[in-house]
């Protein structure tokens, strides 16, 4: 049951242009929507979170954007740079009986093309 | 200080066999989750310690087991391999606190399972 799913394995953009990834999500019952980036031989690292009450959050050159009545979020990075080369996941949590469970998404995979 | 480190990096097993990973979470955190991730697929949960009790498990089987000392390590184990459990594991170690709480990932231990 893929409860968070990215239907983009890839994704190629153009340095300096705008990237948007796409994640959709089944759960209604989800607090948080986290995304993050994984390096090659890395673990991930946490990007930027939404909470399921806000439908934008902004970080400096990232944005998640949530549309509830879609269970759709994406994110926005602008302008795009090729360090941001890497698997992006979006990852979506729920508190249950005390602690945090977070459901990852299959990843996408950016390029950042000088 | 020093970030999640896990060992080993990589391992080879043979089907049937028993495996121990280790983590080391980040200083001053009390949370420990430890994750699968397949080839192609995001991370699955597992489970999660907190304060060295388990407080929440994913779909996985009795056989996956952990343990989380006082100093805030913990380990994976996995009894009778099966050739599916060849897969990145990542340990997330994270401060619990109210609200959604970051999680700090290893680089993982890769395991195959021959």
């Known amino acids: 049951d893929q409860q968070v799913k990215q239907n983009s394995p890839s994704l190629s953009v153009q340095e300096g242009r705008i990237s948007i990834l796409n994640c959709d999500y089944t759960n209604s019952m989800f607090d948080y929507f986290l995304w993050y980036k994984k390096y090659p031989a890395e673990g991930p690292t946490f990007l930027i979170s939404i909470s399921s009450i806000k439908d934008k959050n902004e970080d400096g050159r990232f944005t998640v954007f949530l549309n509830k009545s879609a269970k759709h979020l994406s994110l926005h990075i602008v302008p795009s740079q090729p360090g941001d080369s890497a698997v992006y996941f979006c990852?979506?949590?729920?508190?249950?009986?005390?602690?945090?469970?977070?459901?990852f998404g299959t990843g996408t995979k950016l390029q950042v093309i000088p | 200080e020093t970030g999640v480190t896990q060992s080993p990096t990589h391992l080879i097993k043979t089907r049937g066999q028993q495996v121990t990973l280790r983590c080391s979470s980040q200083?001053?955190?009390?949370?420990v989750s430890w994750y699968q991730q397949a080839l192609g697929q995001g991370p699955q949960f597992i489970f999660q310690?907190?304060?060295?009790?388990?407080?929440g498990r994913g779909n996985f089987p009795p056989r996956f087991s952990g343990l989380q000392f006082p100093n805030y390590s913990s380990e994976l184990n996995v009894n009778a391999l099966e050739l599916d459990d060849s897969a990145l594991y990542l340990c997330?170690?994270?401060?619990?606190?109210?609200?959604?709480?970051?999680?700090?990932f290893g680089p993982g231990t890769r395991l195959t399972v021959t």
């Open positions: 310690y907190y304060r060295e009790e388990e407080n």
């Open positions: 997330a170690s994270s401060l619990k606190t109210s609200g959604a709480y970051e999680q700090y």
């Open positions: 200083s001053g955190h009390n949370t």
């Open positions: 990852a979506a949590l729920y508190y249950s009986g005390g602690y945090q469970k977070v459901t």
